[in-house]
């Protein structure tokens, strides 16, 4: 199976941090997309990044590439925020497109509940919205928000080299649960 994994944001994306400027989401999502590849190339799987580590890659760029390279699945991993301050808002979310794939729907229950029990955060759900990198791909898509950076204890996870593997193991195996189930790999 072709991964195209997606850090989102970028190194500079601005505003894109805790309350407490600890730290910058797209650290969080670099770590686990990291972590992630390794996981799915011992597992036998092609993993393409979006994202590079010192730019902010535009997200036309990152739609362009994940199509030109024929992904089988695209996989955007996020941190979450409510507003600009500390805040109880928490939990897992799941989003795909407004009008989605059915494999897009498939690919989300597989991923989305292994998160959920691997985290051991809120179950926000699986919701559909209109962001680019659902919209313009081509292959079933998902976008992860794996936690609130507003929320002080889920920063502190969020933080965590422990918590970044966790999601990437609950990432890994729902992606091949999923490629298993599809017959892409």
Known sequence: MKIIVDAGHGPETRGKRSPDGTMREYHFNAGV??????????AGQTVIFTHQADRDVPLYERVRLANRMKGDVFVSIHANAFGTAF???GG?????????????TL????I??????????R?????KAD???????VMPAVLLECGFMTNRGELALLKSGSYRQRCADAIAAGLLSYGRKSGCC
């Open 87 to 89: 805040n109880s808002a």
């Open 92 to 104: 897992i979310e799941t989003y795909v497109y407004t009008r989605p794939l059915m494999e897009s």
């Open 123 to 127: 179950d926000r759900g699986i919701k």
């Open 131 to 137: 962001f680019a990198v659902l919209r313009e791909t």
């Open 107 to 110: 690919l989300a229950d597989a």
């Open 33 to 42: 997309a990291a972590t992630l590849k390794k996981l799915l190339l011992q």
């Open 112 to 121: 989305h509940s292994r998160l959920v029990s691997t985290a051991g955060l």
